[in-house]
Every structure is written in structure tokens, then in C-alpha cells.
């Protein structure tokens, strides 16, 4: 279809309307895409830095647990997931508070 309009342009000056109409689509894209995905990157990423012991946490696979130690220098992070249960996750794989999420819902 995109070729087709393509081919039904007049021959003298429908290029710049082209043109404008593909900026258009990318400036529409980069408002309704990029900018949201980018802000949410931000609020994960400030969400993990300012992790503490005690804190409740759903991990990327769904599980919810306790942060028991936050090893710092390393990569990952000890949380209980059940009493006398610890695990070592990576740090990137903590996405949320359990605590908020449970008051959205």
C-alpha cells in the first residue's frame, strides 16, 4: 500500500509532501513509544538504586520477596522469598515495590 502512494504522486512537487508525511510518522512515534518507554526505564532504574534490606520486591519472573542483603559492588541482590528461603537474584531483574503494586490494585 505504501508503495502504491508512492507511485500516485504528480510528478512536480509531491516529494516534500512525502517527505513531511514520513517526519510525521517518526515525531508520532518517538511522542507515543520512545519518550513513555525511555520515563519508565528512568523510574526502574531510580527504583533499584535506592533498594534497602527490608524492602518488598517482585522480581521479573514474578516472584515476591524480601531484600535481606544488597551486596554492594556486586550485581545481584540476596531476597527471601519464604521464611528461611533466600535466593540471589540479579539486580536488573527486580522491576517493583511489592507494596505499591498491591495498593493499585
Not at 74 to 102: C, H, P, W
Amino acid at each position: 500500500m505504501f508503495f502504491t502512494l508512492l507511485q500516485a504522486q504528480p510528478q512536480g512537487g509531491g516529494g516534500m509532501s512525502m517527505i513531511l508525511m514520513i517526519v510525521l510518522m517518526f515525531v508520532i512515534f518517538y511522542f507515543f513509544i520512545l519518550r513513555p518507554q525511555r520515563k519508565r526505564q528512568k523510574e526502574i532504574e531510580k527504583f533499584r538504586n535506592s533498594l534497602s534490606v527490608g524492602d518488598n520486591v517482585i522480581t521479573a519472573s514474578g516472584v515476591y520477596g524480601k531484600v535481606k542483603s544488597l551486596n554492594e559492588g556486586e550485581s545481584f541482590i540476596t531476597v527471601e522469598i519464604a521464611t528461611g528461603v533466600t535466593v540471589k537474584i540479579d539486580r536488573n531483574f527486580v522491576y517493583a515495590d511489592a507494596n505499591q503494586q498491591q495498593q493499585q490494585r
